[in-house]
């Protein structure tokens, strides 16, 4: 029984994340610093912006893989599965919403009110918003999927 909501978890936590990736691989791909910035914004807040995505898309390319390779296993081993959980909250849930170098921020508050919980230490671009609208609620529903492993 425990298996199952585990490997159920690890689907979900796959699933979520190859999502997630390939919006942000997409999204990296197609811009650059100077197609971001313009007179009203920063060239270095945009750069220290695009380093924590980059950041960002390599854990939850390596999230993602590892869920995989446990699913994939010939035996299914709940201490390996629980492990792989543990290492996506912390790595890329909590990297999501705290970021290393504090370009933004998690507003729990705005939570309640229906709004985004991310908040961003200067005015970002339109399109960084956007990409972040969406990757929230993704990070969003797997945090509350999750977060009981992050003591585990």
């Not at 919006?23 to 807040?45: C, H, I, P, W, Y």
């Not at 995989?68 to 792989?84: C, D, H, Q, Y």
């Not at 009110?113 to 969003?140: C, G, H, T, W, Y």
Request: contains cysteine.
């Amino acid at each position: 029984m425990v298996d199952n909501v585990v490997r159920d978890h690890l689907l979900f936590t796959e699933e979520r994340l190859s999502a997630s990736a390939k919006e942000l691989r997409q999204f990296l791909n197609r811009v650059t610093v100077e197609m971001l910035t313009d007179g009203d914004r920063a060239k270095s807040f945009v750069e220290v912006l695009l380093d924590d995505l980059r950041r960002l898309s390599v854990f939850f390319d390596e999230g993602a893989e590892r869920c995989r390779m446990v699913l994939s296993a010939g035996t299914f081993r709940l201490p390996v599965a629980k492990k792989t959980l543990h290492w996506i909250f912390h790595w890329c849930v909590e990297a999501f919403f705290q970021p290393r170098q504090d370009a933004w921020y998690e507003e729990s508050r705005a939570a309640y009110q229906n709004e985004s919980v991310i908040r961003f230490r200067d005015n970002p671009p339109d399109q960084i918003q956007a990409l972040f609208m969406k990757l929230e609620v993704n990070l969003l529903q797997l945090r509350e999927e999750i977060e009981h492993y992050e003591v585990e």
